[in-house]
């Protein structure tokens, strides 16, 4: 079975019993053109799952959109959504997804009408972000996948901003989304649950662990531990710390204690690239988040990630994606770049 981390505690966000007379819960998952599939069939497939380890339909859920009938997803996903009338059909808990929609004003009107009823509200990954960024002030913590949360904080003073899967503020909860969805609704629904079947449901659903809420997103692919060994970790690792201010190879191999030939050996063996090569990769896609996902000027994103000039980070984002900074930033909607 899954283990649970130590002193697991489900997400105590839920300002109202989820269990209903009837034992049953009702889910609204609220969508947008563009919606994040990976997170759809997270939240159905592990509601569907807990009604089968529990053995009858606790949990109810239905698609609503502000554009109800079809409504295309990522990767091809379609699905069916009823009209979000307002202020009517609320149900327990609604769930609202991330993905290419970046504005809260969709939705936000509804969640507010939730909140006063008690209700319980999840905004996740991009849905949070545009949460964060239409609420001025929020009263608690939030949070957001961590990409974004890099991005926020280049653009904005976000005090209350964390880098933890999941936080509370006032009946809405934020999350990363992505793949720690699963997580997220067996916190949600985990106090309907004995112990022993939530450790079914997330070994049904081949979790190896469960995260708490307040555990801290793996914000690079150096906390990905269990695809390098500690050395390759801790060289990642020191690369991204030192990406505004690159250091040359040699200082680099003597921070980390290894010579410049068993550096060279190690990303050879592993990524079949020199590490001077992986390096400068991983500052050019720095690069070219900031570039898409901010509004930051051209000359502070070079400065930011260590090009020095814009000449020499337009030809290295160009060379890895095809298309300079300054093509990026012409072609976009700038309506995309506001939040109601």
Request: charge should be positive; include cysteine; proline fraction near 4%.
């Amino acid at each position: 079975m899954a283990r649970f981390e130590t002193d697991f505690q489900p997400t105590r966000a839920i300002r109202q019993p989820l269990s209903k007379g009837n034992g049953q819960v009702s889910f609204e998952i609220f969508i947008s053109a563009g919606f994040c599939a990976h997170e759809a069939t997270s939240v159905t497939h592990t509601l569907a799952i807990a009604n089968e380890v529990v053995g009858r339909e606790m949990f109810t859920w239905r698609c609503t959109s502000d554009v109800p009938g079809l409504v295309n997803g990522s990767g091809g996903y379609m699905l069916r959504a009823a009209p979000a009338i307002d202020n009517h059909g609320f149900s327990d808990v609604m769930i609202v997804l991330g993905g290419a929609c970046r504005s809260a004003k969709p939705w936000l009107g509804r969640a507010r009408q939730m909140q006063r009823k008690a209700l319980t509200i999840v905004a996740l990954s991009d849905a949070a972000t545009a949460y964060i960024q239409a609420t001025n002030a929020p009263s608690g913590k939030v949070t957001t996948h961590w990409r974004d949360a890099a991005s926020l904080r280049e653009t904005g003073y976000h005090p209350s901003l964390t880098d933890n899967l999941a936080e509370s503020s006032d009946g809405i909860i934020t999350a990363a989304g992505s793949g720690s969805t699963s997580e997220l609704l067996i916190g949600l629904i985990s106090s309907s649950f004995e112990t022993r079947q939530i450790a079914e449901l997330s070994s049904r659903l081949l979790l190896p662990s469960i995260r708490k809420s307040n555990a801290a997103q793996p914000k690079s692919i150096s906390g990905n531990n269990s695809m390098f060994n500690s050395r390759i970790a801790g060289i990642i690792e020191l690369m991204e710390e030192t990406i505004s201010e690159p250091l040359c190879m040699v200082s680099l191999t003597q921070k980390v204690g290894l010579s410049t030939r068993q550096v060279e050996r190690l990303f050879r063996d592993t990524f079949n690239q020199s590490p001077a090569r992986f390096y400068k990769q991983l500052r050019t896609r720095q690069a070219w988040a900031l570039v898409e996902e901010t509004l930051l000027p051209l000359a502070e994103i070079a400065v930011v990630t260590g090009f020095g000039s814009t000449n020499t980070m337009s030809r290295a984002v160009k060379a890895e994606f095809g298309t300079s900074p300054s093509q990026a930033r012409a072609r976009k909607d700038p309506a995309l770049m506001k939040f109601a």
